[in-house]
């Protein structure tokens, strides 16, 4: 049985991902792409559907930890008889990707079990699996359809009942390397190089990396993971984000609320793009612009709101049926509907991050003219109801925060004329922007309560709504602001964290209930910040930092009451929109500083 959602690790080489559970199990790796098939899927079924665990025999405690600011991983583990390190990382490489695992005796002697088990097309398919030589080196080979995977290492397990076990004794001082390599099934590799070489390559880059990020903020540590689990989820060659690494990690356990986030969503993007640049960060918000304009080339009428990993706009949706799913939660579904959905308030945030980009001294004649068309066509089509930011597969609306995101899109088309001397229509984009704010003053504002509402035809809220004074929309301690954060306080928050919305009002057209919505939690530390609440702001902040896992990472929901109260993580992990948001509420707490 898969572990609690918390107890998994996050490696990766910037094209795909694994994830590593604290009993030195991967139970999920999608290769060569972080949108590939899986090939270790027991997270969403058992051990059978494929992972690679190498572990102590009999009882043990282990610890994990990042070494120093990389994303190479050491898990260490206490026997009665001695200590033993596993490290786990992913090294970046042309053509192949690799995932390599170091065992290292620490201390006395202690006995480790090994199982590989590889079942490719997530779980299903049983592969072609047998004994080779590669340069001089005896490896086992795992071959179906379009890909190959190498297992190399000083002691190779042994085949039985199509799994492969090893057992053996380590003692203090022993080190072994092992390592699984992916090849098109077709490719032929003729050398497999050094291994040690690669592991401290990897640490030494990350940090160099991380060196970089300004550390002027509450929790300096943590805001730098999140910004290296950014990084990791930023597909190095195209540009494109991913949302998260895994599929139907479900929202509400043994429910029907389980999506596929391996995909980029152009707004989690955009907001991850805008995150990066005010941590000192600017060569992969040009990587992300490049991979936009290349994704949305063409008729703005064919914009999409995701993609996948290459700007691929076919993601049809569909179950897996022979997974039973992460806690029995179904279906698994890989793809993504909402491909198909109207979400106005994209092009907001699209242009918002491109306007970052342009004040980082990054200005780009290719990106505006894209700008230009795109908000041609808003100026047409921004009337039309929408499905709102959280992909509502319910009855689509007139979503505030969609319509509060025009607005933005707007003015940001106004700035670029007037700031930056870009050449546009700006009485025009003046004119409509006005308009967009005098509606969702009128309809979008509920006076009685002194809040704005999830939609026009709505009294509900929604905790987009505490954005709205991020975007400029209406100033942090306008008094409409004020109203609505104290209408989010009073029916959103669920033990001091922030739901999306009330899934019983039925807007979202599903069935159940879902968590605290951890980025929403911090955008409320960002609205407090901006209200001139700033104790309570850091008072938030400093407990949901206080919910990442031992080694800093956050999944998408979080559910206070579990166990008693002692907690869980719920949903797709890590989540991007988790960490940019704290990132984003961090750099609001400390304020402002001037982009490297």
């Not at 910037?14 to 899986?38: E, H, K």
């Not at 080190?175 to 497999?192: C, G, I, K, N, Q």
């Not at 991850?272 to 060569?283: K, N, R």
């Not at 929309?473 to 669920?494: K, N, Q, S, W, Y």
Request: net charge negative.
């Amino acid at each position: 049985m898969p572990l609690p959602i918390e107890d998994y690790a996050l490696i990766g080489d910037r094209r795909t991902a694994a994830l590593v559970g604290r009993n030195g199990s991967i139970d999920w790796l999608c290769l060569p792409r972080f949108d590939s098939p899986a090939c270790l899927a027991a997270l969403l079924g058992t051990e059978d559907h494929g992972h690679w665990q190498i572990w102590p025999e009999g009882d043990y405690e282990s610890e994990r930890r990042y070494v120093g600011v990389s994303a190479v991983l050491e898990t260490t583990f206490t026997t009665a008889t001695g200590v033993v390190t596993l490290t786990d990382l992913m090294p970046r490489g042309d053509g192949r990707a690799d995932v390599v695992r170091k065992v290292r005796g620490v201390s006395g002697t202690v006995h480790l079990l090994h199982e590989w088990m590889v079942r490719l097309d997530y779980g299903e398919v049983l592969p072609w699996v047998r004994r080779e030589e590669i340069g001089g080196e005896h490896v086992i080979t795992a071959i179906g359809g379009p890909d190959k995977l190498i297992l190399r290492g000083p002691r190779l397990p042994v085949a039985t009942d199509h799994r492969h076990n090893d057992d053996f004794d380590v003692h203090e001082g022993d080190e072994l390397v092992f390592s699984t390599t992916w090849l098109p099934s077709y490719a032929r590799l003729d050398e497999l190089g050094d291994l040690e070489d690669r592991i401290r390559a990897s640490i030494d880059e990350d940090a160099e990396w991380a060196s970089l990020c300004r550390d002027d903020v509450p929790h300096p540590d943590v805001v730098r993971r999140s910004l290296l689990t950014l990084r990791l989820l930023t597909h190095e060659q195209t540009g494109g984000i991913v949302a998260a690494p895994t599929t139907s990690l479900p929202e509400d356990f043994g429910g029907e609320r389980n999506w596929d986030y391996r995909y980029c969503w152009l707004r989690d993007a955009a907001l991850t793009l805008g995150s990066l640049i005010e941590a000192g960060y600017t060569d992969e918000a040009l990587l992300w612009r490049s991979w936009l304009l290349r994704a949305v080339a063409g008729d703005p009428e064919d914009l999409q709101i995701v993609y996948a990993v290459d700007g691929a706009r076919r993601l049809p949706e569909h179950p897996l049926e022979h997974l039973p799913g992460y806690a029995d939660s179904r279906p698994v579904r890989i793809g993504n509907g909402a491909v198909a959905q109207r979400q106005t308030d994209v092009l907001g945030e699209v242009m918002i991050a491109l306007e970052h980009t342009r004040r980082a001294g990054h200005h780009d004649d290719n990106a505006w003219a894209l700008q230009r068309v795109l908000i041609e066509n808003l100026a047409k089509t921004w009337q039309e109801p929408d499905n709102g930011i959280w992909e509502i597969r319910g009855e689509r609306r007139r979503f505030t925060h969609s319509r509060a995101m025009v607005w933005a899109a707007f003015d940001r088309a106004v700035r670029a004329v007037e700031e930056f001397d870009l050449d546009g229509p700006v009485d025009d984009w003046r004119r409509l922007r006005d308009e967009v704010r005098e509606e969702v003053l009128e309809q979008g504002y509920d006076a009685e309560r002194n809040t704005f509402t999830q939609h026009y035809d709505t009294t509900e809220v929604d905790a987009s709504l505490l954005v709205l004074s991020q975007t400029g929309f209406v100033d942090g301690d306008d008094p409409r602001m004020l109203g609505t954060i104290a209408a989010v306080e009073e029916d959103l928050m669920r033990d001091g964290l922030v739901l999306r919305y009330r899934t019983e009002s039925g807007v979202d057209g599903l069935e159940g209930d879902e968590h605290p919505f951890l980025a929403c939690s911090f955008w409320l530390v960002s609205a407090y910040a901006a209200a001139g609440r700033s104790d309570e702001a850091n008072a938030l902040f400093d407990r949901l930092v206080g919910l990442v896992n031992d080694v800093g990472l956050l999944s998408e929901e979080y559910d206070p009451r579990y166990d008693g109260g002692k907690g869980r993580m719920v949903g797709n992990f890590p989540q991007a929109f988790s960490h940019l948001a704290l990132v984003q509420a961090a750099f609001h707490l400390a304020g402002p500083t001037v982009t490297r």
